[in-house]
């Protein structure tokens, strides 16, 4: 009897023990994907005769789905994002035959240079909403206004010229095309610096998408510097900008001095 009673406790809890059990097409927790990156350098040096440069960067993704990997669902955008700093935009207008500023707008901490490459084109990798929301692209950098007033009739007008004039200096820059997969796991990217780049604490920043959603990403600081004659030049202007003036006033004026003996007529 005892035996009995046993076998029949055993078939009553089977369903349940069943039910605890892993069955194929279960949920499971998802891994995360991962995302690490290095550049080929931690510091750029800008010398009298610095012309512009590219810079590499390096990076390896984990945890990825092979399938998706194979069918190109995986993108990488990376970013070298300059100082951030208040901008000015001014429209001139004619008055009485003169061009003068009549109206500017200052938009606030917005990166003093831009330097973009992806694995394909942005727009194709997810919604412009997507984009808007994570600030990634030339298109997409939040312009904010300093103290704005108005109908925000001629907003457009004003971020649209911004945005001309960073692309006409080289400072705001894009390569659909600069970040190329290695291997199954590794990407290497080519980012465009300018000749006139600014000085300070840049940001390398990539981006990892899947399957049109963005699911991590990664900064790293990068140091850009004078050096030579050009930091002497820049530290005596802030550091002693009384003495810099005299200085600069007195070399012009034997630079003055010596061009009047050198060319004077006879």
């Not at 949920?27 to 009298?48: C, H, M, N, P, Q």
């Not at 945005?163 to 894009?174: E, V």
């Not at 796991?185 to 300070?200: C, H, Q, T, Y």
Request: aromatic share 8%; charged share 20%.
């Amino acid at each position: 009897m005892r035996l009995i009673a046993s076998i029949l406790l055993f078939l009553c809890l089977l369903p349940a023990v069943a039910g605890a059990q892993w069955l194929p097409g279960q949920a499971t927790e998802a891994v995360r994907e991962g995302l690490e990156i290095g550049t080929s350098t931690s510091e750029i040096a800008i010398t009298s005769d610095f012309h512009g440069a590219d810079l590499t960067i390096f990076g390896a993704l984990s945890n990825t789905d092979q399938l998706l990997l194979a069918i190109g669902q995986y993108d990488v955008v990376v970013v070298l994002e300059g100082p951030r700093e208040d901008a000015t935009v001014r429209k001139k207008e004619r008055v009485f035959g003169i061009w003068v500023n009549r109206r500017s707008m200052t938009f606030e901490a917005v990166p003093h240079s831009y330097s973009m490459s992806s694995s394909r084109m942005i727009d194709d990798l997810t919604t412009p909403l997507e984009l808007t929301d994570q600030g990634i692209g030339i298109d997409h950098i939040p312009l904010t206004p300093v103290g704005f007033v108005g109908d925000g009739s001629n907003l457009g007008e004003f971020r649209q010229a911004f945005l001309r004039l960073q692309q006409g200096g080289a400072l705001y820059d894009r390569n659909p095309s600069g970040v190329r997969f290695v291997s199954s796991n590794l990407f290497k990217a080519s980012l465009r610096l300018p000749a006139n780049i600014p000085n300070g604490v840049h940001t390398v920043r990539a981006y990892l998408f899947k399957s049109g959603n963005l699911i991590t990403d990664k900064s790293l600081p990068l140091r850009v510097i004078k050096t030579g004659i050009e930091q002497t030049i820049t530290d005596a202007a802030h550091d002693q900008p009384i003495l810099y003036g005299f200085a600069a006033v007195a070399l012009a004026v034997v630079t003055g001095w010596g061009a009047s003996l050198i060319f004077r007529k006879e």
